[in-house]
């Protein structure tokens, strides 16, 4: 049967760049099917406990977590806001973790950050890799890629040879992983 990749940009932005960084990657995959999601589609009041008790978890975050269980991989590249997730995101994510289950379902995961600047989104990066690879063996790897506008072009990829290269190494064992 047909793989599933679910991917999406952990950002609200229409021209996000981690969108379009994580719709390319899962498109250098061979045989799959992607589902792009667009986090806007997502949008929920701002998560509290008392929101919860009185209305209950939003279906959107049940549907979210609906696509997450059809998935047999997860792509995801994150946006650097104040060295954290978007507020965007982490809503999201704070919704589906009051579902049953783990938000991430134990899927193969393949974590990306890219940012205009420099650094390429790794703070995010690094606290994404920190908080879902605990205990979780599917993490297959991350890859940051820096001064976006510089390195990307939508009509020829990543154009830095190294930086490709590593991507599709990381895309390669990814695949490997969700064929098993
Ligand atoms: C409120 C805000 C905070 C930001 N904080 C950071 C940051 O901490 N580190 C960083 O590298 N870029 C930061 N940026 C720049 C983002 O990386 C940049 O806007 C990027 O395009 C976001 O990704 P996206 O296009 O996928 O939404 C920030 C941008 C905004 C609007």
């Known amino acids: 049967m047909t793989k599933k990749i679910l991917a999406f940009g952990a950002s609200n932005s229409k021209a996000s ?3 379009q960084l994580a719709n390319y990657a899962a498109n250098q995959l061979e045989g799959v099917e992607v589902v792009l999601l667009d986090l806007n ?13 009185a209305t209950g978890i939003p279906q959107l975050a ?5 696509h997450v269980q059809a998935a047999d991989g997860l792509l995801i590249s994150f946006a650097e806001n104040n060295g954290a997730y978007t507020a965007a995101y982490k809503n999201i994510y704070d919704w589906v973790s009051r579902l049953e ?4 379902e134990d899927k193969q995961m393949l974590l990306l950050a ?11 990066l690094e ?12 993490v297959i790897g991350t890859f940051s ?10 009509e020829n990829g990543i ?10 190494g990381l895309l390669t064992k990814f695949q490997e992983a969700i064929s098993k």
Do not use: C, H
């Open 41 to 53: 589609d997502f949008e929920m009041p701002i998560y509290s406990v008392d929101r919860e008790a």
């Open 159 to 168: 154009a830095d040879a190294d930086l490709k290269a590593k991507l599709q």
């Open 101 to 104: 289950g783990t938000v991430w």
């Open 62 to 66: 049940k549907d979210f977590k609906a």
């Open 17 to 19: 760049v981690n969108k």
């Open 114 to 124: 890219t940012s205009p600047g420099g650094r390429g989104g790794q703070g995010v």
């Open 145 to 154: 890629l820096p001064s976006f506008q510089k390195n990307f072009s939508p």
């Open 127 to 138: 606290l994404a890799y920190k908080n879902y690879s605990y205990g979780n063996e599917q």
